[in-house]
């Protein structure tokens, strides 16, 4: 019988990429883990691992038997799941990967809410964007993930992972209280504030422009969307900015645009009936 620490090491590699990064992620040394990868290799009798750079990756068999570990894996979620439910209390670490408004609102708020009712319940998150969050679940460094798929820019699905949409925000076009304009296409001579080139905001977010027959002049870039309001408000620029967590702000004028994004959560399957991501997710929904 294969033994179960270093298929989980193996699984490990697939999901991290290099010898390094599994090593830090799990306190151990790059050796050991090369060392207990070669162990592996003569108890399976095939090659595991080839070189690849100045790296490795997995063989196709090591890609196959890995399959095979995610399926023990998520056995062994509902088996921990299963004792978690016997339990009269709900106990144990939540860890959330969230976007930055989410963070500021509705994560914050879930906790409130399972402050009474689980007191042995401990919540703990880090702003993460979606392409980082999604591996980072399934590599088991968090157990729930909050995204943001923005209009025409659907998530692409992942095989170990169920999502489902929590709710939808819509987006506001943000401009100084005294500027004139009131539609989108008025804003074609205006600076811009917006995020960074490759994240699906900015894509959304230009595309949004050029719909309404210009390129936007992007003079600042930044993912803090606190900041994209400050600088609206001081009459700097325009903005697209969320709903979530963006109150009436002196300064600012905000024009509904029609679109909006919608947020997502996502588990790993099999940890669906664990108490403790039931009650934060039940949480978060009634937020």
């Known amino acids: ?44 009798g095939v090659p595991l691992l080839e070189p690849a750079g100045r790296g490795v990756r997995l063989t196709p068999a090591a890609t196959g038997l890995v399959a095979h570990t995610e399926a023990i894996m998520r056995e062994l979620e509902r088996a921990e799941a299963d004792i978690a439910a016997s339990r009269s209390q709900v106990t144990g670490t939540v860890r959330v990967a969230t976007f930055q408004t989410a963070a500021h609102t509705l994560v914050l708020d879930a906790i409130d809410r399972l402050a009474d009712p689980h007191p042995q319940l401990t919540v703990t998150f880090a702003h993460l964007n979606a392409e980082a969050a ?4 399934l590599a088991r460094d968090f157990d729930l993930v909050l995204s943001e798929d923005y209009p025409g820019l659907p998530s692409a699905p992942h095989p170990g992972v169920t999502t489902r949409t929590l709710t939808t925000d819509p987006l506001l076009l943000a401009v100084p209280a005294r500027w004139s304009a009131r539609e989108l296409a008025e804003l074609a001579d205006v600076p811009w504030v917006m995020e960074h080139p490759g994240t699906a905001a900015r894509t959304w977010s230009t595309s949004a422009c050029r719909t309404a027959g210009f390129e936007p002049r992007v003079r600042y870039e930044t993912a803090d969307l606190h900041l994209h309001a400050a600088i609206v408000a001081r009459g700097r620029t325009a903005a697209f900015l969320p709903r979530l967590g963006h109150d009436p702000t002196p300064g600012i004028r905000l024009v509904p645009t029609g679109h909006a994004r919608t947020i997502t959560l996502s588990i790993r399957a099999g940890s669906g009936d664990n108490p403790a991501v039931t009650a934060f997710q039940n949480a978060v929904t009634a937020v």
Not at 12 to 22: F, K, M, N, P
Not at 24 to 42: C, D, K, T, V
Not at 134 to 137: C, N, Q, S
Request: glycine share 4%.
């Open 134 to 137: 999604v591996p980072a679940l």
């Open 1 to 44: 019988m294969y033994d179960l620490h270093r298929l989980r090491l193996l699984r490990e590699l697939s999901h991290r990429g290099t010898l390094a990064a599994v090593a830090e992620a799990l306190g151990y040394s790059p050796s050991a883990i090369s060392h207990q990868l070669s162990i592996l290799e003569r108890e399976t």
